[in-house]
């Protein structure tokens, strides 16, 4: 079974940098995985954010984060993280992390998921 344990959010203000991290377990190698990061802000529909190819690196983002979040992973510790630089208060939401083996935009097309992290943005 795989496990993706996130780490805790903390207060931000706008503007600031946050690095958020996700740790996976359950495989003797995540090669043939795709990494999702999603998140959903109060009264609002779950979003995608970015994705990230295990072994070649391959990623894409969302308009709405693109040049600001950058996803990556650390494939000796099975570690993945979403940097977050110059933070808006619309970033405010429940982050989750993911993996499948299908690279996709949806939600639908991912096995696993995180516990979420809570991010808030103040002006």
């Known amino acids: 079974q795989v496990q993706l344990v996130e780490s805790e959010g903390r207060p931000v203000q706008a503007g600031d940098s946050l690095r958020l991290s996700c740790a996976a377990s359950g495989r003797d190698s995540f090669s043939g995985y795709c990494m999702g990061w999603f998140r959903q802000a109060p009264g609002k529909e779950r979003e995608f954010v970015g994705y990230?190819?295990?072994?070649?690196?391959?990623?894409d983002y969302a308009d709405s984060v693109k040049g600001r979040f950058t996803t990556s992973r650390d494939r000796n510790t099975n570690t993945l993280y979403l940097q977050m630089n110059n933070v808006k208060p619309e970033d405010t939401a429940l982050y989750y992390c993911a993996a499948g083996v299908r690279g996709s935009f949806w939600e639908r097309d991912y096995d696993y998921w995180g516990q979420g992290t809570q991010v808030i943005v103040s002006s």
């Open positions: 990230i190819w295990w072994s070649s690196g391959i990623t």
